[in-house]
Structures are given as structure tokens and as C-alpha cells.
């Protein structure tokens, strides 16, 4: 049975950091990207990073370009994604991702192979 849990949420004040954690277990993940969307309160669910499973290749959202920095282990199930200079507009649920295709996470379109339950972040003005 395929588990994908994220850590590392909590309430930081604006300008503060995080680091979130997502693991990815009960299958062969192999050849699998990974991402980190978000779900603000009454917003729709928007990508935030995508990481390739060799973890060279990356992208973001323009929102969090020069912010948010998205990593893992070469070929590992374990990702992670350091948030800094964290803004109120960033309070979300933030939620792991994995699929075998990196345009179909950037794209966020429907029918990603795996989902987490989500973290919950809250940046306090």
C-alpha cells in the first residue's frame, strides 16, 4: 500500500522559515517526480515545485521563485522544500505529490498518481 506523508508544517511569523518533509513509500518509486502544491483558504490548489526523481531538474511557481527551494536525495523517496522569507500569502495547506510524468505535476492536471494529506502552514503578519 502506497503511503505519501508530509512534516513540517506549523504557524512562523512573516519573514520566518520552514522546511517541509514528504515520504513516499510501498512501491518502487523509481523514475517518479515529486511536488509540492498548495490550498490557501477559499483558493483553488496551485503547484508550488516539482522535482524530477534524480532531483537535477526543478521548477516553481512564479510566486516563490528566489524563496522556496525544492530538494531530495539523488534517487530517493524522500523530498523536501525550504521555505523562506515566508509571507502571510503563503498561509496554506500544503500537500506532496507524486507521478511518473514532471509536465504532468507543473501542469497540475488531473489524475497525479499519488497524494499526501497535506500539512498545514500559517504565516501570522
Known amino acids: 500500500q502506497v503511503h505519501v506523508v508530509e512534516s513540517g508544517g506549523g504557524l512562523v511569523q512573516a519573514g520566518g522559515s520552514l522546511r517541509l518533509s514528504c515520504a513516499a513509500s510501498g512501491r518502487d518509486f523509481d523514475g517518479y517526480s515529486m511536488a509540492w502544491f498548495r490550498e490557501p483558504p477559499r483558493k483553488d490548489r496551485e503547484m508550488v515545485a516539482v522535482i524530477d526523481w534524480s532531483g537535477t531538474r526543478t521548477d516553481y511557481a512564479d510566486s516563490v521563485k528566489g524563496r522556496f527551494t525544492v530538494f531530495k536525495p539523488s534517487a530517493g523517496n524522500t523530498m523536501y522544500l525550504q521555505m523562506n522569507n515566508l509571507k502571510p500569502e503563503d498561509t496554506a495547506v500544503y500537500y506532496c505529490?507524486?507521478?511518473?510524468?514532471?509536465?504532468?505535476?507543473?501542469?497540475?492536471?488531473?489524475?497525479?498518481?499519488?497524494w499526501g494529506e497535506g500539512t498545514l502552514v500559517t504565516v501570522s503578519a
Open positions: 505529490a507524486v507521478d511518473r510524468s514532471f509536465p504532468h505535476l507543473v501542469g497540475g492536471f488531473p489524475g497525479i498518481d499519488y
